[in-house]
């Protein structure tokens, strides 16, 4: 890439993978929409919430307005 001579442009373990049909799409849609707020749980992230998954799927509710997500495959 231009303007970064010398330096990787890809993030270790990149995982890509190909869209086979609609059920595999929704599980892509899912994660992309989820992974932002995925992130308040996460442990690497130092500002973490700890809580349970019935107050978890409450919160996609009430303050994402996400309804209907699959959490598990």
């Known amino acids: 890439m231009s303007g970064s001579p ?7 373990s990149f995982h890509d993978h190909i ?19 995925m992130w308040e749980l996460d442990a690497d992230n130092p500002n973490a919430r700890k809580m349970p998954i019935e107050t978890f799927k409450k919160t996609l509710q009430e ?6 997500f699959v959490l598990e495959r």
Request: with cysteine; proline share 3%; net charge negative.
């Open 63 to 68: 303050e994402h307005r996400l309804y209907g």
């Open 19 to 37: 869209i086979r049909d609609d059920m595999d799409c929704f599980f892509v849609e899912q994660y992309i929409e989820l992974n932002p707020i």
């Open 6 to 12: 010398g330096k990787k442009v890809f993030q270790r």
